[in-house]
Structure formats: structure tokens, C-alpha cells
């Protein structure tokens, strides 16, 4: 495909982000000046009802956030990234760069290879994501290096294949979007990030979130 003919379509879902969304929004037109796109935000029915462009009566998931955005997707590639900061958009033009190059079906972003990182995370929050990767790795031999994260260009009609096999949620429905993929043999390249944590609000990986991980884990390992 001619790079001319290339637009992007970048799904953002947000659940209470109106103090990250114009910021984000910003940045990603600083960075892809002269890149054919356009945003697409699913608000999961935030209580603050000033920013709605494609919005969900309540919150449903990242799965399905990625469904409902695809339906309003012009692009022939979509981004998928989070609206909280911690997917800084000065890495499109390498994710954009490393496509063309390659003719890859997928590229993500990888915190775990040189060049990438985390930022603001403590120590316990480190080794629990590296020690959840590292098992799937070993388990699953998914052909990345950083299967949780979520900040991603898919080839539409990929992303419309594989989203449509899915059944995980939560926290490990990244994990078997690219597991799958693999699977089906499709072409994935990786480009270094470094994650920030999230700059306004809150986030947490508690007892549940690692539960649900290790059940999905074991769901992936016995289907793929």
C-alpha cells in the first residue's frame, strides 16, 4: 500500500479521563503532523458529561470499547492506546515508521526490550509485571516480549479478525489479543516505549486483577 493511501484510525476508551483527554488529543496532532488520522474516543459513560464523542451508556470493557470504536473507524490501520498519558503519542511515528518498513500486521510497544521502560511504577509493581510476562513468555511462547501492554497498531481488518475471537477482559484480554495473533500466524513487530504511570487519577493491580490474570493464563495455555 502506497504510504498516501495509509490514514489511521486511534481508538481511545476513557472512563473518567477529562483531565488527560484534551492533553492526549493535543499531543497526538503535535506528533502526526503530517500523518492522515483521526481520534476516536469510547467513553464508558463517564459521570462528567462534557466530553462524549462515541459514547457507551456504562462501562463494558476494553473489548468491547475496541468493538464499538471499530464500527466508526474510517482508517485502514487503528491505534489502540490508553487516554491516562501513559502512552506518551511521540511514539505513533516509530509504531507508523516500523510498519512501513516492515509490512507488519501488528506493531506494539514493548516496556521490555533496550530502549523501553517503565516510569513511576514502585518495586513491587515492577516485578509483578515483568514476573506476569516472563510466565506467560514460558508457557505460551507468544513471539513478544511484552504481551499486557496495550498501546498497539493493527492492521484493520487483523484487528477486526482477531477481536472477534477473543472472550478474555480485564487486564488479561490484551494478552490473548496478541497471543492469538500469534497464533494465526500473523507478522508482529515490536517498538521500544517507556510506560509513565497514569498523570492524573489513580491506578491499581490488586488481588483480583492477578487472579484474573492467572485463570487467563491458564485459559490461553489450553485453547491456543
Not at 473518567?16 to 488520522?37: G, M, P, S, T, W
Not at 462524549?52 to 470499547?65: D, E, I, N, S
Not at 491505534?79 to 511514539?91: C, E, G
Amino acid at each position: 500500500m502506497e504510504k498516501n493511501n495509509r490514514s489511521y484510525s486511534i481508538i481511545i476508551p476513557t472512563y473518567n479521563e477529562r483531565l488527560n483527554i484534551a492533553l492526549i488529543v493535543y499531543l497526538i496532532f503535535k506528533h502526526l503532523q503530517d500523518v492522515e488520522f483521526e481520534i476516536i474516543v469510547v467513553d464508558d459513560g463517564s459521570p462528567d458529561d462534557r466530553i462524549l464523542l462515541r459514547p457507551r451508556a456504562k462501562k463494558l470493557g476494553l473489548g468491547t470499547a475496541y468493538i464499538h470504536g471499530l464500527k466508526h473507524a474510517s482508517g485502514n490501520f487503528v491505534v489502540i492506546m490508553d487516554a491516562d498519558l501513559s502512552h506518551h503519542p511521540k511514539y505513533l511515528p516509530s509504531f507508523i515508521k516500523k510498519q512501513l518498513e516492515t509490512g507488519a500486521s501488528i506493531v506494539t510497544g514493548t516496556r521490555y526490550v533496550k530502549g523501553g521502560g517503565v516510569h513511576g511504577w514502585n518495586l513491587m509493581r515492577k516485578l509483578t509485571s515483568r514476573g506476569a510476562n516472563v510466565l506467560a513468555q514460558t508457557l505460551l511462547w507468544p513471539g513478544v516480549s511484552d504481551l499486557t501492554g496495550s498501546f498497539r497498531l493493527y492492521k484493520k481488518s487483523v484487528l477486526e479478525d482477531i477481536i472477534s475471537s477473543v472472550v478474555s477482559k480485564g487486564y488479561v484480554f490484551q494478552m490473548e489479543m496478541i497471543v492469538r495473533a500469534s497464533r494465526k500466524g500473523y507478522h508482529i513487530e515490536e517498538v521500544p516505549i517507556t510506560f509513565v504511570d497514569r498523570v492524573f487519577g489513580s491506578s491499581k493491580l490488586g488481588g483480583s486483577e492477578i487472579v484474573e490474570y492467572l485463570k487467563g493464563l491458564a485459559y490461553l495455555l489450553v485453547t491456543t
